[in-house]
């Protein structure tokens, strides 16, 4: 009971009206975990879920009494596990962040929130790997996105804004523009160093961060 009750802490509710059960059982649990590792490694399409049952532990049929089509086992697994993963992670470690960057230097902040927004993705990358892949197919699996992204957007766009008025940076940028490529820059880091390491050349990850945000703070053109 004790351990039910804890693996219910770490998919805190986020009052989302998804249809589903505010609290999940340890069960429901099992079946969540079981279905985004499945569908990370094999895809929605190629998956089976006689496997899922298998790697949750359960039978066929436990898993048809909730749900009664495999596009209902993704839709009502995947939105409820990321809605619930993303909020507290995500906005958890950016606040955590921007708010103790006052009296600090541009890079040392840029460094932390790069640092930490890799090992969010790193520690929950076969969530990730589906959503990206899957939400191609089913618009409706970005929704939590959706409902967690403009704090975000909020968070990060005031710290661009206090960073110009300290002179950080240009006046001539627009501040969500300014975190939707440094975003982009930390997201396709951590995917095609997780994927495609074997084709591009690596560096130590601190190593490596400190050449993205060089270019991200200084560009690559050479200044004439």
């Known amino acids: 009971m004790?351990?039910?009750?804890?693996?219910?802490?770490?998919?805190?509710?986020?009052?989302?009206?998804?249809?589903?059960?505010?609290?999940?059982?340890?069960?429901?649990?099992?079946?969540?975990?079981?279905?985004?590792?499945?569908?990370?490694?094999?895809?929605?399409?190629?998956?089976?879920?006689?496997?899922?049952?298998?790697?949750?532990?359960?039978?066929?049929?436990?898993?048809?009494?909730?749900?009664?089509?495999?596009?209902?086992?993704?839709?009502?697994?995947?939105?409820?596990?990321?809605?619930?993963?993303?909020?507290?992670?995500?906005?958890?470690?950016?606040?955590?962040?921007?708010?103790?960057?006052?009296?600090?230097?541009?890079?040392?902040?840029l460094r932390d929130l790069m640092v930490d927004r890799s090992r969010l993705i790193r520690n929950n990358l076969p969530l990730v790997k589906t959503m990206a892949v899957e939400a191609a197919y089913h618009p409706e699996l970005l929704e939590p996105i959706k409902q967690v992204l403009p704090k975000v957007v909020e968070l990060a766009t005031a710290f661009v804004r206090e960073e110009q008025q300290r002179g950080n940076f240009r006046e001539d940028i627009d501040p969500t523009r300014a975190m939707r490529v440094f975003m982009s820059m930390v997201f396709g880091y951590v995917l095609m160093s997780e994927t495609l390491g074997d084709v591009f050349s690596f560096e130590e990850e601190e190593k490596e961060i400190d050449l993205i945000l060089d270019l991200y703070l200084n560009g690559v053109q050479v200044k004439k």
């Open 2 to 109: 004790a351990e039910q009750e804890e693996k219910k802490d770490l998919l805190p509710d986020l009052e989302l009206d998804l249809g589903e059960e505010k609290i999940l059982t340890e069960k429901h649990l099992k079946i969540l975990e079981a279905a985004v590792r499945v569908f990370s490694e094999k895809g929605f399409s190629a998956s089976r879920t006689s496997e899922v049952a298998k790697e949750a532990g359960v039978s066929e049929g436990t898993i048809f009494n909730y749900f009664k089509t495999k596009k209902d086992l993704l839709r009502g697994l995947l939105v409820p596990l990321t809605a619930r993963v993303l909020r507290p992670f995500v906005l958890a470690g950016i606040e955590k962040v921007l708010n103790g960057s006052k009296d600090r230097e541009l890079a040392d902040v």
